[in-house]
């Protein structure tokens, strides 16, 4: 193994470190971090579902209106 090649590739990953590259992949990384930490925030808000109320016997039909004439939909 050439230890010449070792210290080049020490020495190019060091200085990529000081690039604006390297700078702006640190600050998408925290971006990231953040929009994770609100979306499982936002997540753990969300209040649990009700539990669905189930109809007894039959829905009548609606008897005006464009909607509910033909077929009843339980939503």
């Known amino acids: ?3 010449a ?3 080049l590739i020490t020495q ?4 990529a470190v000081d690039t604006p590259t390297a700078a702006s992949i640190l600050v998408l990384r925290k971006a990231m971090q953040v929009q994770q930490q609100s979306a499982l925030a ?9 539990p669905a109320a189930t109809p007894t016997g039959p ?9 509910g004439t033909r077929l009843n939909v339980m939503a």
């Open 1 to 3: 193994m050439d230890i």
């Open 5 to 7: 090649s070792n210290s």
């Open 12 to 15: 190019a990953a060091t200085s």
């Open 42 to 50: 936002l997540l753990q808000a969300v209040p649990a579902p009700a």
């Open 59 to 67: 829905l009548p039909l609606a008897t005006e209106g464009p909607l």
